[in-house]
Protein backbone atom coordinates (compact mmCIF):
# COMPACT_ATOMS: atom_id res chain seq x y z
CA UNK A 1 0.00 0.00 0.00
CA UNK A 2 2.05 2.98 -1.28
CA UNK A 3 0.42 5.71 0.89
CA UNK A 4 -1.39 5.08 3.76
CA UNK A 5 -5.36 6.18 3.81
CA UNK A 6 -6.67 8.18 6.56
CA UNK A 7 -9.31 6.30 8.75
CA UNK A 8 -12.10 7.21 10.63
CA UNK A 9 -12.85 5.36 13.62
CA UNK A 10 -16.80 5.66 14.72
CA UNK A 11 -17.60 3.89 17.99
CA UNK A 12 -20.92 4.00 19.82
CA UNK A 13 -21.84 3.35 23.55
CA UNK A 14 -23.83 0.01 24.36
CA UNK A 15 -25.11 -0.93 21.06
CA UNK A 16 -26.10 -4.41 20.55
CA UNK A 17 -24.88 -6.48 17.47
CA UNK A 18 -28.71 -6.77 16.61
CA UNK A 19 -29.02 -3.08 17.11
CA UNK A 20 -29.11 -1.89 12.98
CA UNK A 21 -31.30 -2.05 10.20
CA UNK A 22 -28.25 -3.99 7.91
CA UNK A 23 -28.25 -6.83 10.97
CA UNK A 24 -31.57 -7.52 10.84
CA UNK A 25 -33.81 -5.12 13.11
CA UNK A 26 -36.75 -4.20 10.65
CA UNK A 27 -37.92 -1.15 12.58
CA UNK A 28 -34.66 0.29 13.12
CA UNK A 29 -33.86 3.75 10.78
CA UNK A 30 -29.84 3.29 10.09
CA UNK A 31 -29.60 4.25 6.43
CA UNK A 32 -25.76 5.73 7.29
CA UNK A 33 -25.13 2.58 8.87
CA UNK A 34 -26.63 0.20 6.12
CA UNK A 35 -24.33 2.39 3.68
CA UNK A 36 -21.12 1.99 4.95
CA UNK A 37 -21.95 -1.98 5.30
CA UNK A 38 -23.07 -1.45 1.39
CA UNK A 39 -19.57 -0.23 0.47
CA UNK A 40 -17.59 -2.43 2.68
CA UNK A 41 -18.14 -5.74 5.19
CA UNK A 42 -20.33 -6.83 8.12
CA UNK A 43 -18.72 -8.83 10.71
CA UNK A 44 -21.73 -11.19 12.04
CA UNK A 45 -19.27 -12.56 15.09
CA UNK A 46 -17.47 -9.60 16.98
CA UNK A 47 -16.51 -9.62 20.61
CA UNK A 48 -15.86 -6.91 22.85
CA UNK A 49 -13.05 -7.94 25.51
CA UNK A 50 -15.59 -7.15 28.37
CA UNK A 51 -19.16 -6.32 28.11
CA UNK A 52 -18.84 -2.71 29.46
CA UNK A 53 -17.79 0.39 28.82
CA UNK A 54 -14.07 1.54 29.76
CA UNK A 55 -12.60 -2.21 29.76
CA UNK A 56 -13.62 -2.58 26.43
CA UNK A 57 -12.70 0.75 24.87
CA UNK A 58 -9.04 0.06 26.44
CA UNK A 59 -8.64 -3.69 24.89
CA UNK A 60 -9.36 -1.63 21.59
CA UNK A 61 -7.10 0.77 22.08
CA UNK A 62 -4.65 -1.85 23.85
CA UNK A 63 -4.96 -4.60 21.79
CA UNK A 64 -4.40 -6.65 25.72
CA UNK A 65 -6.81 -7.77 27.97
CA UNK A 66 -8.60 -6.28 31.28
CA UNK A 67 -6.84 -8.45 33.37
CA UNK A 68 -3.55 -7.22 31.58
CA UNK A 69 -3.89 -3.34 31.15
CA UNK A 70 -5.99 -3.28 34.77
CA UNK A 71 -9.11 -1.79 33.74
CA UNK A 72 -11.47 -3.69 34.47
CA UNK A 73 -15.15 -2.14 35.69
CA UNK A 74 -16.44 1.32 34.05
CA UNK A 75 -14.50 4.04 34.97
CA UNK A 76 -16.26 5.56 37.87
CA UNK A 77 -13.15 8.07 39.03
CA UNK A 78 -10.31 9.65 37.98
CA UNK A 79 -11.79 11.28 35.24
CA UNK A 80 -11.41 14.74 36.10
CA UNK A 81 -10.24 16.87 38.89
CA UNK A 82 -13.05 17.47 41.04
CA UNK A 83 -11.98 20.08 43.15
CA UNK A 84 -10.74 22.34 40.79
CA UNK A 85 -13.72 22.58 38.54
CA UNK A 86 -16.39 22.69 41.37
CA UNK A 87 -14.19 25.98 42.44
CA UNK A 88 -14.65 27.06 38.87
CA UNK A 89 -17.75 26.43 38.93
CA UNK A 90 -18.08 24.47 36.24
CA UNK A 91 -19.66 21.26 37.83
CA UNK A 92 -22.84 20.34 35.89
CA UNK A 93 -25.84 20.20 38.11
CA UNK A 94 -27.27 17.64 35.50
CA UNK A 95 -24.26 15.22 36.70
CA UNK A 96 -22.01 15.92 39.48
CA UNK A 97 -18.54 14.73 40.53
CA UNK A 98 -19.35 13.17 43.49
CA UNK A 99 -17.22 10.19 42.90
CA UNK A 100 -14.19 12.18 41.76
CA UNK A 101 -11.03 13.22 43.22
CA UNK A 102 -7.77 13.71 41.26
CA UNK A 103 -7.63 12.50 37.03
CA UNK A 104 -5.91 9.06 36.58
CA UNK A 105 -4.32 8.34 33.46
CA UNK A 106 -5.39 4.45 33.39
CA UNK A 107 -3.49 3.60 30.21
CA UNK A 108 -0.21 5.43 31.42
CA UNK A 109 2.41 3.23 30.51
CA UNK A 110 0.27 1.36 28.01
CA UNK A 111 1.24 1.24 23.99
CA UNK A 112 -1.88 2.08 22.05
CA UNK A 113 -2.41 1.45 18.38
CA UNK A 114 -3.03 5.46 18.13
CA UNK A 115 0.47 5.73 19.65
CA UNK A 116 2.18 3.62 17.08
CA UNK A 117 -0.47 5.65 14.00
CA UNK A 118 1.29 8.93 15.96
CA UNK A 119 4.60 7.98 15.72
CA UNK A 120 4.00 6.84 11.58
CA UNK A 121 2.95 10.26 10.49
CA UNK A 122 -0.59 9.81 11.14
CA UNK A 123 -2.30 13.39 12.92
CA UNK A 124 -4.87 11.53 15.36
CA UNK A 125 -8.25 13.94 16.58
CA UNK A 126 -10.46 12.82 18.93
CA UNK A 127 -14.38 13.82 18.93
CA UNK A 128 -16.81 12.36 21.68
CA UNK A 129 -16.28 10.12 25.02
CA UNK A 130 -12.79 8.78 26.20
CA UNK A 131 -13.47 7.05 29.84
CA UNK A 132 -10.37 6.31 29.88
CA UNK A 133 -9.24 8.61 32.90
CA UNK A 134 -7.90 12.19 32.73
CA UNK A 135 -10.85 13.73 30.37
CA UNK A 136 -8.77 16.92 30.31
CA UNK A 137 -5.26 16.21 28.93
CA UNK A 138 -5.01 14.63 25.48
CA UNK A 139 -2.51 11.53 25.53
CA UNK A 140 -1.69 8.41 23.35
CA UNK A 141 -0.66 10.16 20.42
CA UNK A 142 -4.14 12.51 20.15
CA UNK A 143 -2.84 16.12 19.50
CA UNK A 144 -7.07 17.12 19.04
CA UNK A 145 -9.13 16.52 21.92
CA UNK A 146 -12.78 17.30 22.40
CA UNK A 147 -15.00 15.03 24.61
CA UNK A 148 -16.82 14.77 27.83
CA UNK A 149 -15.91 14.92 31.32
CA UNK A 150 -17.03 11.85 32.74
CA UNK A 151 -18.36 8.37 31.63
CA UNK A 152 -21.83 9.50 30.49
CA UNK A 153 -24.45 12.87 30.27
CA UNK A 154 -27.73 13.79 30.02
CA UNK A 155 -27.64 14.31 26.13
CA UNK A 156 -29.29 18.02 26.24
CA UNK A 157 -26.45 18.61 29.47
CA UNK A 158 -23.15 17.30 28.40
CA UNK A 159 -20.23 19.03 29.85
CA UNK A 160 -17.87 18.94 27.35
CA UNK A 161 -13.98 19.35 27.50
CA UNK A 162 -12.25 21.52 25.32
CA UNK A 163 -8.30 23.50 25.87
CA UNK A 164 -8.27 22.28 29.16
CA UNK A 165 -11.62 22.88 30.57
CA UNK A 166 -14.94 22.07 31.39
CA UNK A 167 -18.03 23.75 29.73
CA UNK A 168 -21.69 22.60 29.98
CA UNK A 169 -23.67 22.81 27.14
CA UNK A 170 -27.38 23.52 28.24
CA UNK A 171 -29.58 22.72 25.60
CA UNK A 172 -27.20 21.53 23.38
CA UNK A 173 -27.04 17.32 22.06
CA UNK A 174 -24.39 15.97 22.53
CA UNK A 175 -24.87 13.77 19.28
CA UNK A 176 -24.77 17.16 16.97
CA UNK A 177 -22.10 18.42 19.73
CA UNK A 178 -19.64 15.45 18.72
CA UNK A 179 -20.45 15.20 14.68
CA UNK A 180 -19.97 18.95 14.39
CA UNK A 181 -16.53 19.36 16.02
CA UNK A 182 -15.72 15.77 14.27
CA UNK A 183 -16.38 18.10 10.82
CA UNK A 184 -14.55 20.62 11.77
CA UNK A 185 -11.36 18.12 12.51
CA UNK A 186 -12.21 16.36 8.98
CA UNK A 187 -12.12 20.11 7.41
CA UNK A 188 -8.81 20.87 9.13
CA UNK A 189 -7.00 17.52 9.15
CA UNK A 190 -7.70 17.27 5.13
CA UNK A 191 -5.96 20.24 4.08
CA UNK A 192 -2.87 18.57 5.56
CA UNK A 193 -0.40 16.74 3.49
CA UNK A 194 0.02 13.85 6.91
CA UNK A 195 -2.86 10.70 6.44
CA UNK A 196 -4.97 11.30 9.54
CA UNK A 197 -6.73 9.37 11.72
CA UNK A 198 -9.86 10.31 13.80
CA UNK A 199 -11.84 9.04 16.59
CA UNK A 200 -15.36 10.14 16.57
CA UNK A 201 -16.49 8.32 19.69
CA UNK A 202 -20.73 8.89 20.28
CA UNK A 203 -22.32 8.09 23.75
CA UNK A 204 -25.15 6.81 22.16
CA UNK A 205 -26.94 4.97 22.29
CA UNK A 206 -26.37 4.53 26.02
CA UNK A 207 -29.20 5.97 28.88
CA UNK A 208 -31.12 7.74 29.72
CA UNK A 209 -34.13 7.04 27.18
CA UNK A 210 -36.53 9.61 28.19
CA UNK A 211 -38.34 11.57 25.69
CA UNK A 212 -36.98 15.07 26.82
CA UNK A 213 -32.84 13.66 26.01
CA UNK A 214 -33.63 13.22 22.14
CA UNK A 215 -34.75 15.28 19.58
CA UNK A 216 -38.49 15.25 18.99
CA UNK A 217 -38.20 14.19 15.42
CA UNK A 218 -36.99 10.97 16.54
CA UNK A 219 -39.41 10.16 19.79
CA UNK A 220 -42.13 11.05 17.34
CA UNK A 221 -40.27 9.00 14.58
CA UNK A 222 -40.99 5.72 16.99
CA UNK A 223 -44.04 6.64 18.96
CA UNK A 224 -46.11 4.14 17.21
CA UNK A 225 -43.73 1.76 16.77
CA UNK A 226 -44.62 -1.96 18.66
CA UNK A 227 -40.36 -2.98 18.74
CA UNK A 228 -41.93 -6.42 17.48
CA UNK A 229 -38.80 -7.33 16.80
CA UNK A 230 -37.46 -7.18 20.07
CA UNK A 231 -38.19 -10.04 22.43
CA UNK A 232 -41.19 -9.16 25.05
CA UNK A 233 -40.48 -11.53 27.64
CA UNK A 234 -40.44 -11.59 31.84
CA UNK A 235 -37.58 -9.81 33.49
CA UNK A 236 -34.57 -12.01 34.28
CA UNK A 237 -34.54 -12.66 37.89
CA UNK A 238 -30.79 -11.19 38.49
CA UNK A 239 -32.07 -7.91 36.62
CA UNK A 240 -30.56 -4.47 38.62
CA UNK A 241 -32.69 -2.09 36.82
CA UNK A 242 -36.12 -2.33 37.75
CA UNK A 243 -39.54 -4.01 36.95
CA UNK A 244 -39.75 -3.50 32.96
CA UNK A 245 -42.24 -6.43 31.83
CA UNK A 246 -45.76 -5.32 31.28
CA UNK A 247 -45.16 -1.97 31.90
CA UNK A 248 -44.62 1.39 29.73
CA UNK A 249 -41.30 1.25 30.51
CA UNK A 250 -40.67 -1.19 27.63
CA UNK A 251 -42.00 1.20 24.83
CA UNK A 252 -39.98 4.10 26.52
CA UNK A 253 -36.79 2.18 26.75
CA UNK A 254 -36.92 1.22 23.33
CA UNK A 255 -39.00 4.43 21.50
CA UNK A 256 -35.61 6.42 23.01
CA UNK A 257 -32.97 3.73 22.38
CA UNK A 258 -34.11 3.86 18.92
CA UNK A 259 -34.44 7.54 18.37
CA UNK A 260 -30.84 7.86 19.81
CA UNK A 261 -29.49 5.53 17.47
CA UNK A 262 -31.11 7.12 14.37
CA UNK A 263 -29.68 10.99 15.61
CA UNK A 264 -26.02 9.02 15.81
CA UNK A 265 -27.01 7.80 12.52
CA UNK A 266 -27.85 11.29 10.83
CA UNK A 267 -24.37 12.33 12.34
CA UNK A 268 -22.50 9.53 10.85
CA UNK A 269 -24.30 9.74 7.03
CA UNK A 270 -22.84 13.81 7.59
CA UNK A 271 -19.52 12.77 7.90
CA UNK A 272 -20.04 10.21 5.10
CA UNK A 273 -20.95 12.78 2.81
CA UNK A 274 -18.59 15.40 3.98
CA UNK A 275 -15.66 12.57 2.97
CA UNK A 276 -17.33 12.50 -0.52
CA UNK A 277 -17.42 15.68 -0.93
CA UNK A 278 -13.62 16.15 -0.31
CA UNK A 279 -13.14 13.31 -2.49
CA UNK A 280 -11.90 11.43 0.04
CA UNK A 281 -14.26 8.59 0.43
CA UNK A 282 -11.54 5.96 -1.50
CA UNK A 283 -8.43 7.14 0.46
CA UNK A 284 -10.18 6.31 3.96
CA UNK A 285 -10.77 3.52 6.00
CA UNK A 286 -13.89 3.83 7.97
CA UNK A 287 -14.65 1.55 10.91
CA UNK A 288 -17.93 1.69 12.78
CA UNK A 289 -18.31 -0.81 15.99
CA UNK A 290 -19.47 -0.38 19.77
CA UNK A 291 -17.57 -0.82 22.66
CA UNK A 292 -20.05 -3.61 24.44
CA UNK A 293 -23.30 -5.42 23.87
CA UNK A 294 -26.84 -4.19 25.00
CA UNK A 295 -29.84 -6.26 26.32
CA UNK A 296 -33.18 -4.40 25.58
CA UNK A 297 -35.40 -6.99 26.70
CA UNK A 298 -33.25 -9.26 25.52
CA UNK A 299 -33.56 -12.43 28.00
CA UNK A 300 -35.25 -10.43 29.85
CA UNK A 301 -32.33 -7.79 30.89
CA UNK A 302 -32.15 -3.89 30.54
CA UNK A 303 -28.36 -3.60 30.38
CA UNK A 304 -25.17 -4.88 29.72
CA UNK A 305 -23.03 -7.54 31.39
CA UNK A 306 -23.39 -5.18 34.95
CA UNK A 307 -27.42 -5.44 34.04
CA UNK A 308 -27.25 -8.30 35.88
CA UNK A 309 -26.11 -9.05 39.17
CA UNK A 310 -23.60 -11.60 38.88
CA UNK A 311 -22.73 -10.52 35.73
CA UNK A 312 -23.65 -12.07 32.55
CA UNK A 313 -22.05 -13.08 29.50
CA UNK A 314 -25.13 -13.64 27.20
CA UNK A 315 -24.27 -13.20 22.92
CA UNK A 316 -26.29 -9.71 23.11
CA UNK A 317 -23.64 -8.26 25.70
CA UNK A 318 -20.73 -9.61 24.50
CA UNK A 319 -21.05 -9.42 20.73
CA UNK A 320 -21.14 -5.95 18.82
CA UNK A 321 -21.67 -4.26 15.56
CA UNK A 322 -18.42 -4.07 13.29
CA UNK A 323 -18.86 -2.10 10.14
CA UNK A 324 -15.64 -1.76 8.18
CA UNK A 325 -14.96 -0.39 4.51
CA UNK A 326 -12.07 0.75 2.07
CA UNK A 327 -13.73 0.79 -1.51
CA UNK A 328 -10.23 -0.51 -3.09
CA UNK A 329 -9.63 -3.57 -1.27
CA UNK A 330 -13.08 -4.56 0.87
CA UNK A 331 -15.75 -6.52 -1.09
CA UNK A 332 -18.63 -3.89 -0.89
CA UNK A 333 -21.82 -5.89 0.47
CA UNK A 334 -19.71 -8.19 2.32
CA UNK A 335 -20.19 -10.44 5.42
CA UNK A 336 -18.09 -12.15 7.22
CA UNK A 337 -19.09 -14.82 9.72
CA UNK A 338 -15.46 -15.08 11.13
CA UNK A 339 -15.30 -15.37 15.16
CA UNK A 340 -12.97 -12.12 15.89
CA UNK A 341 -12.32 -10.11 18.92
CA UNK A 342 -12.08 -6.40 20.08
CA UNK A 343 -8.55 -7.84 20.79
CA UNK A 344 -7.79 -8.42 17.39
CA UNK A 345 -8.43 -4.87 16.41
CA UNK A 346 -4.67 -3.73 17.14
CA UNK A 347 -3.09 -6.40 15.21
CA UNK A 348 -5.34 -5.92 11.93
CA UNK A 349 -5.09 -2.39 11.66
CA UNK A 350 -1.38 -2.39 11.88
CA UNK A 351 -0.98 -5.44 9.22
CA UNK A 352 -3.73 -3.22 7.39
CA UNK A 353 -1.41 -0.39 7.28
CA UNK A 354 2.04 -2.33 6.85
CA UNK A 355 3.30 -0.68 9.76
CA UNK A 356 5.75 -3.20 12.37
CA UNK A 357 3.86 -5.98 14.16
CA UNK A 358 6.56 -6.59 16.41
CA UNK A 359 4.72 -4.74 19.62
CA UNK A 360 2.13 -6.79 18.70
CA UNK A 361 3.85 -9.76 19.41
CA UNK A 362 3.09 -10.58 22.89
CA UNK A 363 -0.44 -9.84 22.50
CA UNK A 364 -3.52 -12.08 22.47
CA UNK A 365 -4.91 -10.67 19.49
CA UNK A 366 -4.47 -12.15 15.79
CA UNK A 367 -4.69 -9.96 12.32
CA UNK A 368 -7.95 -11.01 11.11
CA UNK A 369 -6.78 -9.67 7.40
CA UNK A 370 -7.55 -11.96 5.32
CA UNK A 371 -10.71 -11.83 6.16
CA UNK A 372 -11.03 -8.53 4.43
CA UNK A 373 -10.12 -9.46 1.08
CA UNK A 374 -12.42 -12.21 1.66
CA UNK A 375 -10.98 -14.75 2.39
CA UNK A 376 -10.88 -17.06 5.29
CA UNK A 377 -8.78 -17.13 9.04
CA UNK A 378 -6.18 -19.83 9.19
CA UNK A 379 -6.65 -22.10 12.71
CA UNK A 380 -9.29 -25.00 13.30
CA UNK A 381 -11.72 -24.49 16.31
CA UNK A 382 -11.86 -20.99 16.96
CA UNK A 383 -12.79 -19.47 20.42
CA UNK A 384 -12.77 -16.04 22.01
CA UNK A 385 -12.82 -15.12 25.32
CA UNK A 386 -14.16 -12.21 27.52
CA UNK A 387 -14.35 -11.15 30.96
CA UNK A 388 -15.63 -8.83 33.64
CA UNK A 389 -13.74 -9.44 36.90
CA UNK A 390 -15.06 -12.73 38.44
CA UNK A 391 -17.04 -13.59 35.30
CA UNK A 392 -15.05 -15.20 32.57
CA UNK A 393 -16.15 -16.81 29.11
CA UNK A 394 -15.03 -19.07 26.29
CA UNK A 395 -16.95 -19.33 23.38
CA UNK A 396 -16.29 -21.41 20.09
CA UNK A 397 -18.96 -21.27 17.19
CA UNK A 398 -20.58 -24.16 18.72
CA UNK A 399 -20.22 -23.64 22.56
CA UNK A 400 -19.93 -21.44 25.25
CA UNK A 401 -18.74 -21.64 28.57
CA UNK A 402 -19.19 -18.66 31.64
CA UNK A 403 -17.09 -19.61 34.90
CA UNK A 404 -17.81 -17.52 38.05
CA UNK A 405 -15.20 -17.22 40.13
CA UNK A 406 -14.96 -18.85 43.29
CA UNK A 407 -18.19 -20.18 43.86
CA UNK A 408 -20.53 -19.69 40.24
CA UNK A 409 -22.93 -20.19 39.22
CA UNK A 410 -21.65 -21.19 35.47
CA UNK A 411 -23.38 -21.83 32.52
CA UNK A 412 -22.82 -23.79 29.65
CA UNK A 413 -24.35 -24.00 26.60
CA UNK A 414 -24.74 -25.53 22.88
CA UNK A 415 -25.47 -23.29 20.66
CA UNK A 416 -25.53 -25.41 17.61
CA UNK A 417 -29.14 -26.78 19.45
CA UNK A 418 -29.68 -23.72 21.59
CA UNK A 419 -28.26 -20.50 19.81
CA UNK A 420 -30.56 -18.09 22.50
CA UNK A 421 -28.88 -19.81 25.30
CA UNK A 422 -32.68 -20.30 27.16
CA UNK A 423 -31.09 -24.11 28.08
CA UNK A 424 -28.29 -24.27 30.50
CA UNK A 425 -26.48 -27.30 30.40
CA UNK A 426 -23.86 -26.83 32.94
CA UNK A 427 -25.25 -29.90 34.87
CA UNK A 428 -25.84 -32.22 32.31
CA UNK A 429 -23.57 -35.61 32.48
CA UNK A 430 -23.43 -35.77 28.81
CA UNK A 431 -21.59 -32.77 28.68
CA UNK A 432 -19.05 -33.24 31.43
CA UNK A 433 -15.80 -34.08 29.40
CA UNK A 434 -16.81 -31.32 26.73
CA UNK A 435 -17.25 -29.00 30.07
CA UNK A 436 -14.04 -29.92 31.19
CA UNK A 437 -12.13 -29.35 27.94
CA UNK A 438 -13.41 -25.82 27.73
CA UNK A 439 -12.42 -25.04 31.38
CA UNK A 440 -8.94 -26.25 30.61
CA UNK A 441 -8.54 -23.99 27.62
CA UNK A 442 -10.35 -20.77 29.59
CA UNK A 443 -7.94 -21.38 32.28
CA UNK A 444 -5.05 -21.80 30.22
CA UNK A 445 -5.44 -18.84 28.24
CA UNK A 446 -6.11 -16.57 30.85
CA UNK A 447 -2.86 -17.71 32.61
CA UNK A 448 -0.84 -17.07 29.82
CA UNK A 449 -2.54 -13.26 28.97
CA UNK A 450 -3.37 -11.83 32.84
CA UNK A 451 -1.11 -10.24 34.59
CA UNK A 452 -1.54 -12.10 38.41
CA UNK A 453 -1.16 -8.31 40.23
CA UNK A 454 -4.21 -7.08 38.56
CA UNK A 455 -6.05 -10.51 37.74
CA UNK A 456 -9.52 -9.51 37.74
CA UNK A 457 -11.05 -12.26 38.97
CA UNK A 458 -9.28 -11.72 42.06
CA UNK A 459 -10.13 -8.06 42.60
CA UNK A 460 -13.95 -7.70 43.70
CA UNK A 461 -15.38 -6.25 40.84
CA UNK A 462 -18.68 -6.07 40.90
CA UNK A 463 -20.47 -4.11 37.73
CA UNK A 464 -20.96 -0.85 40.25
CA UNK A 465 -17.56 0.90 38.87
CA UNK A 466 -13.91 1.32 39.19
CA UNK A 467 -12.85 4.07 42.25
CA UNK A 468 -8.69 3.22 41.39
CA UNK A 469 -5.78 1.80 39.31
CA UNK A 470 -6.04 -2.06 39.70
CA UNK A 471 -3.79 -3.28 41.46
CA UNK A 472 -3.52 -0.74 44.03
CA UNK A 473 -5.12 -2.39 47.16
CA UNK A 474 -2.34 -4.93 46.32
CA UNK A 475 0.89 -2.63 46.24
CA UNK A 476 -0.10 -1.30 49.68
CA UNK A 477 -0.32 -4.84 51.21
CA UNK A 478 3.33 -5.55 49.71
CA UNK A 479 4.56 -2.14 50.74
CA UNK A 480 3.12 -2.52 53.97
CA UNK A 481 4.66 -5.88 54.07
CA UNK A 482 8.36 -4.93 53.16
CA UNK A 483 8.21 -2.25 56.48
CA UNK A 484 6.86 -4.84 58.53
Known amino acids: ?32 LNAIAQNGMRFENFFCASPVCSPARASLL ?66 GK ?28 PDIVENGSITVEHGKYVTDL ?7 FLDELAEGEDPFYLSVHYTAPHSPWGAEHHPKEWIDYYDSCQFESIPDVPDHPDMTTGPVYGTPRRKENLRGY ?7 DAGIGRILRRLEEKGLTNDTLVVFTADNGMSMGHHGIWGKGNGTRPMN ?56 LPALWGGTLPGGDVVVFDEYGPVRMIRSQTHKLVVRYPYGYHEFYDL ?6 EHNLIDDPAYGELILTYRRKLEKWFNSYANPDIDGSREGVTGSGQLCSAGLYAQKLVKYAETD
Open 416 to 421: EKDPNE
Open 1 to 32: MAKKPNIIFILSDDQGPWAMNCAGTPELYTPS
Open 258 to 264: FAAISAM
Open 313 to 368: MYDTAVKVPFLISYPPLIPKGSVCKAMVSAYDWFPTLLDFLGLDMQVTSRLPGRSF
Open 178 to 184: ITDRALE
Open 130 to 157: WHLGDSVTPQHGFSRWYTIGKGGCFYYH
Open 62 to 127: TGDIPSSHGVLDWLRSGNVDAEKFAAQGKENPYGGYADEEKPIQYLAGKTTYTDILAQNGYTCALS
